[in-house]
Nanobody
């Protein structure tokens, strides 16, 4: 199985970006997909997750600004990021969690300039 992110880049504070992540190959009973991030000098942290049934979970720091969505037919998850802040600067990693294993993408860089 493979997980590939896209959509990162450089944006000014207050701007928006949309990340996409596609899982391909065989993932037994794929359920939760989501996004984590790792900022400079920080540990990897949860951003948002979504189950195959549509239940979502957000980090408190992004609630009201970020929205996660999913296309189950395409095994694709999206992260719409609005009102970006400099503290959102990080490498964003996609997670695809199946019943037997979890798969991570290589990460996509998001840089917010103030």
């Amino acid at each position: 199985a493979q997980v590939v992110e896209s959509g990162g880049g450089l944006v000014q504070a207050g701007g928006s970006l949309r990340l996409s992540c596609a899982a391909s190959g065989t993932i037994f009973r794929l359920d939760t997909m989501g996004w984590y991030r790792q900022g400079p000098g920080k540990e990897r942290e949860l951003v948002a997750t979504i189950t195959s049934g549509g239940s979502t979970n957000y980090a408190g720091s992004v609630k009201g600004r970020f929205a996660i969505s999913r296309d189950n037919a395409k095994n694709t998850v999206y992260l719409q990021m609005n009102s970006l802040k400099s503290e959102d600067t990080a490498v964003y990693y996609c997670l695809a969690r199946g019943a037997l294993a979890s798969y991570w993408g290589q990460g996509t860089q998001v840089t917010v300039s103030s």
